[in-house]
């Protein structure tokens, strides 16, 4: 699918310092998009550690977030699951979901608009580390921003889901869907190149 995009400033062609150093969308979005991965909704990251196993494996909206990290060298603990990302304050950073100021590599938390607050929900995890009452969870998936925009605004997104595996498509678009239109959080990938783990 083709789309007319634009510098996430909205001015087609313009670049803000801020993005000089942005991939472009086909370095950014073809690994993910070519591998031919089928959507599978119980792999987790440990299971397709890298691009050439999700061919074989499969691929979902974690698996794509954790992939993004590691093209962006800002790779995830493979633990850090959907409601894990969204929490966590070691690998990412919340920030405000204005639209215009996604940045590339944004992770776009989605849920529908009547299930309450992601801070109100109490997971509960089996003994194989599965959360048994996912269904309740406010959270419904988890998409990346790209970093470019249709050419008018509207961010364009990786996201995937059964059927379409992988696709590039405005955000608006899939928010026009009862089970993602609210956007519960964002987060942003933080740069750790210069943390020394801990012992």
Known sequence: MHHSYSKPNGKKGAIANEYDNRLSLEDFSGPLLNTGAIYDFTLRPSDVPNLESSSVRGTNCIIVAHHVAAILGKPL???????????????VEGVEPHATRFQQGDFIFLGQTDKGEVDDFIPIVDQAGYQRNWHENPLNHLVVATGYTESDGDPLILHAAPGVNTEIIPLSRLMTENKYRKIHGVRRLIDRSGIVPNP
Not at 79 to 87: A, I, K, M, P, V
């Open 77 to 91: 603990r493979s633990d850090l699951l959907l409601t894990e990302l969204y929490s966590d304050t070691e690998y």
